[in-house]
């Protein structure tokens, strides 16, 4: 009894399940209004027969074309003395209009002799205004005969009117219609509008991608006095750094301008200094720790060759600028060589702000951990611990008005209390409250507030579609590939970056831990046992990207992001579908060719 009652409650629990489910596809069916009634509309499948029959036939192949018309004269309405057109010369292609006049409105009969066999054309209706009206098209028979009855505009004048039956004949062979070449370029466009945007991509997702791999990113802890120095001293670093990259960038205009002898010889020499000052400031080996003075000595030289390497390579961005332009006017038809070195030069200087902000906040960082560190193993506990709370709490605070700051940037708020006041306040109340439940010497796990928030901004960013993306990038570049590449290449980041994170995760932690057991540092674990286990697979998925964005980059055109879609969206919306069917056959043909290169590609290097 048991049994028999288990086995028709699985059979009660099934058949509800099956009803469950019948009644979710009934509401998707009502959501999606689907209507089995249109499909059998004798419209719809009239205007799908011939849209599939213009895609069938893409726009690749034209012929040259010789036009012939043939009129006859007709009167609307008929003039009180009747209306008898000329006689037509009967050995040449002829059209007869019955009647030979009529009042608007009326039908007509219209019928061609001696056209050429299978010839067809449009009928057209031209009044004194030469406006030509379309009233019908014609197909010969093989003895060159039509007989097509339409009706007459409704137009009144006392003038002659004039119907019109035209056909063109193709002379000579074929060659690719203006549409097939603009699809040409277009695809070319398209494939290196994806090669640039997976390259740019990929340039930034390699090195955040060990920021959002947990198994990296666990281990990384630090003092809460550290986290609190550290924080203060990130936009002092980038606020310094900013500010040196100005005044080299300053100095150099001032000093050399665009006089390429002078940065060239800047260059030269800069470099050169770099490299001596860089040798006798970090010797490979030393015997016996240096004496102060030499240490010191060592610290100024150091700093004075990262000037001088600043200066240097913004001389040799307004050298290469300069040697761009030239060439550019030189080249000729590949002037677009010098056009990239100039290029080059301009995001040189560009990315040096940047790269120097950076390097000021992370040298910043770096001293202020050391003076952490440093405090918590000299200082007497109470007093590291009221150092703590204190930095603690403006840590907090500078944290929350930088990130209000943001915000206001975005929303504008009129109430400075919400600006300021508030920000501040909460903000050292929460780093007061967080000093005082740890213990200076308690490390805070720092490595895992950078993994959840490295994450959250790659789904953030990979949850808005590259079609939005490029949106906001037209109108910051204008219409044309350059958003589209801008676009991408931001998506591109995202996804990457969580590809190869996710990657990073699964690695084998064998390497890793025989690597730590050397007593190497962080990066020499990353480089000596993470990378040799991740380049295959970064590999294989940096080129299946690349086949990705080739197909988005057709997408994105639709919003003005430049490539094919762009030509291709134009054509749909001017129902001109044979035109579309030529960039369709040729994305599908790239796309279907990246798939076999990149398979190969793999093949030989995973």
């Known amino acids: 009894m048991r049994k028999e009652a288990k086995r028709i409650g699985k059979s009660i629990g099934i058949g509800l399940a099956i009803v469950f489910a019948l009644v979710i596809y009934a509401y998707g069916f009502k959501v999606t209004k689907v209507n089995l009634d249109e499909t059998r509309s004798p419209r719809r499948q009239v205007q799908l027969v011939r849209i599939l029959r213009a895609l069938a036939k893409p726009d690749l192949i034209e012929y040259k074309q010789e036009e012939f018309l043939v009129d006859v004269p007709i009167m609307v309405p008929c003039p009180e003395e009747g209306f008898t057109p000329p006689a037509e010369d009967t050995s040449k292609p002829y059209i007869v209009v019955t009647p030979t006049c009529g009042p608007p409105t009326s039908m007509a009969q219209i019928e061609g002799f001696n056209f050429a066999p299978n010839a067809e054309g449009p009928i057209n209706f031209i009044p004194p205004s030469q406006v030509k009206l379309t009233l019908g098209r014609f197909k010969t028979d093989e003895q060159g005969h039509f007989s097509l009855t339409v009706k007459l505009p409704n137009r009144k004048t006392d003038e002659l009117n004039h119907i019109t039956a035209t056909t063109r004949t193709q002379i000579g062979g074929p060659f690719l219609s203006r549409n097939a070449i603009d699809t040409w370029d277009k695809i070319v466009e398209t494939v290196f509008l994806a090669l640039l945007a997976t390259t740019l991509g990929l340039a930034f997702a390699i090195p ?37 990259s100005d005044f080299a960038g300053s100095t150099v205009d001032s000093l050399f301008g665009s006089t390429p002898v002078f940065n060239l010889i800047g260059v ?42 600043l200066l240097s390579l913004y001389m040799l961005s307004s050298l290469t600028i300069w040697v761009g332009d030239s060439l550019e006017d030189s080249l000729g038809s590949i002037g677009f060589l010098g056009t990239f070195i100039s290029d080059l030069g301009d995001i040189l200087g560009i990315t040096l702000t940047v790269i120097t902000a950076l390097a000021g906040a992370g040298t910043l960082t770096s001293l202020t951990d050391r003076l952490g560190r440093r405090i918590i193993k000299t200082t007497p506990p109470p007093l590291t611990k009221v150092l703590t709370i204190i930095f603690s709490a403006l840590a907090g605070a500078a ?45 805070f796990p720092i490595g895992l507030v950078i993994y959840y928030l490295a994450r959250t901004v790659f789904n953030a960013l990979r949850s808005i579609e590259a079609l939005i993306m490029v949106i906001v990038f037209v109108v910051w570049v204008g219409i044309g590939p350059f958003a589209g590449v801008l676009a991408l290449s931001l998506h591109t980041i995202a996804a990457l970056a969580k590809l190869y994170s996710e990657q990073v995760e699964s690695i084998l932690a064998g390497p890793m831990e025989a690597i730590k057991a050397t007593g190497a540092n962080r990066l020499q674990t990353i480089v000596y046992a993470v990378v040799p286990q991740i380049i295959p697979p970064y590999i294989s998925f940096t080129m299946y990207r690349w086949d990705i964005n080739v197909r988005m980059s057709t997408i994105i055109g639709f919003a003005g992001g430049g ?31 990246m798939d076999y290169i990149s398979s190969l590609l793999r093949e030989k290097t995973v």
């Open 208 to 244: 955040l991608s060990f920021l959002a791999a947990r198994n990296l990113m666990k281990d990384v802890t630090s003092p809460i006095l550290n986290v609190a120095l550290n924080i203060l001293a990130i936009p002092i670093g980038l606020y310094l750094g900013a500010r040196v």
């Open 268 to 309: 030269l020499a800069g470099f050169t200094l770099v490299y001596f000052g860089v040798r006798w400031a970090l010797p490979a080996d030393e015997d016996q720790k240096p004496p102060a003075k030499i240490r010191a000595a060592r610290v100024v030289t150091l700093l004075t060759t990262i000037l001088v390497g």
């Open 399 to 443: 944290l929350f008005f930088m990130i209000m700051a943001g915000l206001h940037w975005l929303y504008q708020f009129e109430n400075q209390s919400i600006t300021t006041v508030w920000p501040l306040s909460l903000g050292a109340l929460s780093g007061l409250v967080l000093s005082i439940r740890l213990n200076p010497t308690d490390n």
């Open 563 to 593: 490539g094919i879609g762009f030509l291709l969206i134009q054509n749909i919306n001017l129902l001109n579908y044979r035109a579309a069917s030529a960039q369709m056959l040729a994305i599908a043909l790239v796309v279907a060719s």
